[in-house]
């Protein structure tokens, strides 16, 4: 099964604070574990919201809305895209993840719809 890893944004992320260098080490062996289990297709950290838009839809209207966005609690810092035989696995793979933000943080899992879900 496929499922997204988001790392959700913190105060430091909006405010465009750079992994530390330890870090970045740490993220690297990480995803190095990722890749040579065949569990990583996908992953990267986002700029700050400031330097995103939404789009809104509404009918045949849309209306775009620059960045930032102020409730950090809904963004998104950064994501992977894992293959994994079930949620337990990927949880299992996040608790063993560096803490990606200097404070406390927060990662979420969410499967992805595979096409047996409409059938």
């Not at 990267?44 to 620059?66: I, M, N, Q």
Request: with cysteine.
């Amino acid at each position: 099964m496929k499922v997204m890893v988001l790392v959700k944004a913190t105060a430091d992320s909006e405010a465009g604070t750079l992994p530390t260098r330890q870090l970045l080490a740490d993220m690297g062996r990480f995803n190095e574990e990722l890749v040579k289990a065949g569990v990583m297709l996908a992953g990267d950290g986002l700029k700050p919201s400031r330097s995103g838009k939404r789009v809104h839809f509404s009918a045949k209207s849309r209306v775009v809305t620059d960045g930032p966005f102020a409730e950090t609690k809904e963004l998104v810092a950064g994501y992977w895209l894992w293959e994994v035989k079930s949620v337990e696995e990927a949880v299992e793979w996040v608790k063993k993840c560096p803490n990606p933000m200097p404070g406390d943080s927060d990662i979420e899992i969410r499967p992805l719809y595979a096409l047996e879900d409409f059938t």
